[in-house]
DNA sequence: TTGAAAGCGCTAACAA
DNA sequence: TTGTTAGCGCTTTCAA
């Protein structure tokens, strides 16, 4: 079965091909009667636009690039995963970049693949753009919109993760808790958006409020996984009685898991003896019964696609956005015991 | 800057559009010295093909469609960094389908997007494409290539799941345990390839083959996840002492750390008192110490890749491929105590 | 080995 | 509201 072309259509339905184009794409007037008959036909015919075609003439290509740093952790296959929704209910396609490896491969994916003119806009996740990265883009009027975090001259869709922090640390502080540890990123995962510093500012924050003043000797850092997190807790409980944390509040919900697998290697209950809050709501905080502050990455994809896709159609460009978070209590938060 | 286009860089070079074509597509015959002028006009002038108005001349895209059930799962991710990556090295760009949700957005993406003459080709991960979609991209001359289990006219790769189940199954019968139990997958993930019923065969014959009898009462389903693996430990290590197993194979690592963890709920050790094997090499295997039947998704991603690229040059219709896997013995399994 | 020229299949001015 | 027509920027015959 050769492919159809727009003439065959446009010769079915008795008009031109200029109509059937107008007819299909939405753009110009048509009477509805004639679009109707040419979408008849067009049906009929089992004809699909050739998207190179459409794209050469119009110079839309109805595809959106998404640039994340990797793609096994949780926040990036969710934010993907949101926006890949959003994107093919609007008819667009999702062009998945991911520069894990070598910095050689983030050159590459700028200097050829996003200039090819593959793409009407870009989602960068996680990704501090440099300023040369963003006029490119700019230059070829491209949109971009940035998820996690500011970058100058992009609008932004990200969560307050100051107010996170605070959020999660104040949890634990209304429980009655007054030795708080913390699990944070460590400075190396920083690079972008800073947003390790920015959960341990709310949760400095927090206990400066309650007249508390953060121990740097139950602060300790990790990679934000499991495993990290439970060699800093092992840490953390390691101390003598008097200077151990009666909770922690880790800044991923992998490290809290790992801090509760922790606890209870060392024979300490969790919530009994150890009370802790993380952050995202991970797949696997339910099952931990762990308390958490959730994050809707699929929502920040979604919305991020949803910017990028007013930004085409109105040309307006896009305001910053802050997206919604939520302390879901389970059980490894109680009030410490006396 | 507005964008440069081939006549440009053959003005630059001195010679015609269809030199400059020719010697940076490297197809048809340029002398050295054109080649060179070429592309250091090229470079100059900052030249990167439209690849629309490319794919519109040639035929060829270079994207490449990948086709997952959903993102969120280890083994996707995973097989999909890999693909990238390969794509990445080639020069290919990699469009992704994700068919989370509604089944309407497998019709969706196989009667709209995937006929747009956007993509050269296919991968299908863990997909059971139906005949009339498989003709469907035949119908299109789009090569496909599948990626864990058969499907027919499709060459894939995939890996043998019964001789995985076999072998980690044997691992335990070699360190003295008969009475092994199973936690496999539910018929309805068996949907796709059946992955879950030959795990659970592969169990069985091994079984067989040390004169054992599989017990119904020590195999159970759920859902691959941790937590279906978690309640399912829980129903088998809740049987009387006589009854109950002491080693646990797991169809994937998910489940075999949630029965892990349902072991030390119960107050059982592991390993001394229940062994546990997996299949995958999860990210947190290593962590909790679990021998696992490690199967490599990035490179049966990265191998589907180089498939289907060599498909696209020679034309030559490629062969299935079974992937490598491996035991990893660690430290949730030993000999069964006396 | 190179160039001239004819499209690839569609969209968007422009005119009617 | 519709049709005519001129490209979009490249690749690929074909001829030299």
Chains 1, 2 share one sequence.
Request: proline share 5%.
């Amino acid at each position: 079965m050769a492919s159809v072309g727009i003439s065959e259509v446009a010769r079915l339905a008795g008009v031109s091909t200029a109509t059937v184009s107008r007819a299909l794409s939405g753009r110009g007037a048509v009477s509805a009667a004639t679009k109707q008959r040419v979408e008849i036909a067009a049906a009929e015919l089992d004809y699909v636009v050739s998207s190179n075609a459409s794209s050469l003439a119009s110079g839309r290509t109805r595809n959106i690039g998404v640039l994340l740093p990797v793609l096994d952790r949780w926040y990036f296959t969710s934010v993907l995963s949101g926006a890949q929704r959003a994107l093919l209910h609007a008819g667009y396609d999702l062009t998945l970049y991911s520069l894990d490896g070598s910095g050689s491969e983030r050159t590459q994916v700028f200097e050829h693949f996003l200039l090819r003119q593959r793409v009407d806009a870009v989602i960068a996740v996680s990704l501090e753009l440099s300023p040369q990265e963003v006029s490119r883009l700019h230059e070829l009027r491209k949109p971009v919109v940035g998820i996690g975090g500011p970058i100058p001259g992009v609008p932004t869709v990200s969560i307050d993760d100051i107010a996170i922090a605070t959020l999660a640390t104040e949890h634990l502080l209304a429980l009655g808790h007054t030795r708080i540890g913390h699990i944070g990123g460590a400075p190396e995962f920083d690079a972008d958006f800073h947003l390790p510093r920015q959960r341990q500012q709310g949760y400095e924050e927090a206990l400066r409020a309650a007249d508390l003043a953060p121990d740097p000797r139950i602060i300790r850092n990790a990679d934000f996984t499991t495993e990290g997190g439970y060699r800093a807790a092992k840490q953390l409980l390691g101390l003598p009685a008097r200077e151990r944390p009666t909770a922690i509040f880790a800044a991923s919900d992998e490290m809290a898991i790992g801090a509760m697998l922790a606890a209870r290697d060392l024979g300490l209950e969790v919530p009994g003896e150890l009370s802790v809050v993380g952050v995202d709501d991970h797949d696997l905080a339910e099952f931990f019964g762990l308390t958490t502050v959730a994050q809707f990455p699929r929502e920040q994809g979604a919305h991020a696609v949803s910017m990028l896709l007013e930004e085409l159609e109105s040309g307006a460009p896009q305001l910053d956005s802050l997206m919604q978070f939520e302390l879901r209590v389970r059980s490894s938060t109680i009030r410490p015991r006396p």
